[in-house]
């Protein structure tokens, strides 16, 4: 298969008014990264989920950060998005479903993914406090969006209980690693496309 000898790799630059955004992504790396957006906790997010979902990330942004951190979060989710499903080719042999329970401390964050190529987001998270230092923590559910609506993912997130903004972010983006690494994965048994409509 030529997916299989060129690898699972793309290359995505997305360049608007606001922002100018490098992605480079390998599916079946080792957990490596490069990451900089001009947002410190968001980079550290971006790295954890690299490395808990053996990706291969590169990321280089740079964005209005001056106006607002959210275009620069967001388009960052679309230029993701778009490599995921780039890399992805023909999703031949992939496990399609993936989930995670991921405890961090006091957080634990549910998360499940279904590689579709329907595109849905539930994000059911409450928290009383909402920065971690300049950080707003609701730019996490524009990040996931723009995530599963270029890569095709329904995606699912339920924060079940924390205190920490920084656990519980930390939480569901290592919980989106494990089901993600799970769900992409090639399963050994599996041959075509995991859809009874023979596309996804």
Do not use: C, W
């Not at 780039?86 to 031949?92: Q, R, V, W, Y």
Request: no cysteine; hydrophobic share 45%.
């Amino acid at each position: 298969m030529a997916e299989e000898r060129q690898g699972r790799r793309a290359l995505v630059d997305r360049k608007t008014r606001e922002t100018d955004i490098a992605v480079s992504l390998d599916l079946d790396g080792s957990g490596s990264f490069e990451i900089s957006t001009g947002i410190p906790f968001f980079d550290h997010m971006l790295e954890s989920l690299a490395k808990h979902a053996l990706f291969d990330l590169r990321i280089r942004a740079r964005g209005d950060l001056e106006v607002d951190l959210h275009h620069t979060v967001e388009d960052v989710g679309i230029a993701l998005g778009r490599a995921i499903r780039e890399a992805l080719g023909t999703a031949e042999g992939i496990r399609r479903y993936g989930a995670a329970m991921l405890p961090m401390a006091e957080a634990r964050a549910d998360v499940a993914v279904d590689v579709s190529n329907r595109p849905y987001l539930v994000y059911r998270v409450d928290l009383v406090n909402d920065r971690v230092g300049g950080f707003d923590v609701s730019l996490v559910e524009d990040f996931l969006y723009a995530l599963a609506s270029h890569a095709g993912l329904d995606l699912h997130v339920e924060l079940r209980y924390g205190r920490s903004p920084h656990h519980a972010v930390e939480a569901i983006f290592k919980g989106l690693a494990r089901a993600l690494r799970e769900a992409l994965e090639r399963d050994p048994r599996a041959t075509g496309v995991p859809s009874v409509k023979g596309a996804l």
